[in-house]
């Protein structure tokens, strides 16, 4: 019985650019935060959704965020980055 033909290589995986999701987290760790009107700019999402993303998905991805007044801007910031699981 001949032998199979071995598979051919799968091609090289190409990285795949930050999701919004992380491109929130990357400007709520600079040391100034954000206010609402930079991540709405940065994920392109409105102001509610932005807020949800707050409320919601970066608190279950385990990242504790701060919300401050600054002058008569509120600025959000994430205290601490959380541990890479290991």
């Known amino acids: 019985m001949p032998r199979k033909a071995k598979p051919e290589a ?26 609402m009107a930079a991540m709405v700019e940065a994920t392109g999402w409105q102001a509610h959704s932005v807020r949800g993303a707050l409320a919601g998905a970066l608190k279950k991805r385990g990242h504790a965020v701060l919300s401050e007044k600054a002058g008569k801007r509120r600025v959000w910031r994430i205290a601490a980055p959380v541990e890479a699981a290991q």
Do not use: M, V, W
């Open 10 to 35: 799968k091609p090289a995986s190409t990285p795949r650019p930050p999701s919004k999701l992380d491109r929130l987290i990357a400007i709520l760790l600079h040391e100034d935060g954000a206010d």
